[in-house]
């Protein structure tokens, strides 16, 4: 029942909502990240260093074997390092996005915790109230 209870609490609070769109959100952020990675980076640098397809780097182990009639015997055996070379440029950027953001929300939190912060101009009606404070104290002295 403590289970079910804490749960519901979870719930309520809205953070497992958020949590959720944040892993839809960070979902549809990896697929971008990977189309831009294999569609529009690694062709770019494959052409750049004398038209390298990534995609087609790779160590053969075992080539592959056919019968007679063209059937395949064994299987191609390969480590592909160029997927591999991919998969390192999706996590780079994915990472440094996330660091980013990251940074960016702790700054906006630590402006909204400084209560020096000027930057936020006081409303007028707590600018009253503070002067009126101020004259209530200085009559009682």
């Known amino acids: 029942m403590k289970i079910l209870k804490e749960f519901k609490e979870f719930a309520i609070k809205g953070n497992m909502f958020d949590m959720a769109i944040g892993i839809i959100i960070g979902a ?5 990240v990977t189309s831009l990675v294999h569609d529009v980076i690694m062709p770019t640098i494959g052409f750049m ?19 007679g ?4 015997v064994q299987e191609l055996v390969a480590i592909s390092y160029g997927n591999f070379i991919q ?24 402006k ?10 006081t409303p007028r009606n707590i600018e009253l109230l503070a ?3 101020d004259l209530l104290s200085d009559n009682k002295k």
């Open 28 to 32: 549809a952020f990896s697929k971008i």
């Open 49 to 67: 260093i004398g038209k390298v397809n990534f995609q087609s780097l790779k160590i053969v182990l075992q080539e592959e074997a056919l019968d």
């Open 69 to 72: 009639s063209g059937n395949i």
């Open 87 to 110: 998969v390192i440029f999706d996590f780079s950027i994915i990472a440094l996005t996330i660091f980013i953001v990251i940074k960016v929300f702790n700054s906006l939190r630590k």
């Open 112 to 121: 909204a915790e400084d209560e020096t912060e000027t930057s936020v101009p």
């Open 131 to 133: 002067e009126i404070r």
